[in-house]
């Protein structure tokens, strides 16, 4: 078992930023963010593996970046030019799996989730 516990969310204005940390309590090499927005299906954000290639989905291309220490077993995400539509619960995700894509089910170990809420 693979506990992930995130933070960072809040509050914030458009076009402000935040950066959410999710520390797992073991070495894992697939990591990422996944959202899920009011009424909407959890969605893809951003992957990184265990050597460092990244995968984005469009819509967070230029805008949010991920980055994980692998010594400390931290994966951020750090968001900026934020918009309303960034407003959802944004979950840290970990697999064994060779293959760090965007898929939910690549995904076996799930954090709680953090709120992140961003007005117009």
């Known amino acids: 078992q693979v506990q992930l516990t995130e933070s960072g969310g809040g509050s914030v204005q458009s076009g402000g930023s935040l950066r959410l940390s999710c520390v797992a309590s073991r070495p894992i090499y697939c990591m990422g963010w996944f959202r899920q927005g009011p009424g909407k299906e959890r969605e893809g954000v951003a992957t990184?593996?265990?050597?460092?290639?990244?995968t984005y989905a469009e819509p967070m291309k230029g805008r949010f970046t991920v980055s994980r220490d692998n010594a400390s077993n931290t994966l951020n995400l750090q968001m900026d030019s934020l918009k309303a539509e960034d407003t959802a619960m944004y979950y840290c995700a970990a697999a064994y799996a060779v293959r760090c894509d965007l898929g939910i089910h690549t995904f076996d170990y799930w954090g709680q989730g953090t709120q992140v809420t961003v007005s117009s």
């Open positions: 990184i593996d265990g050597a460092g290639i990244l």
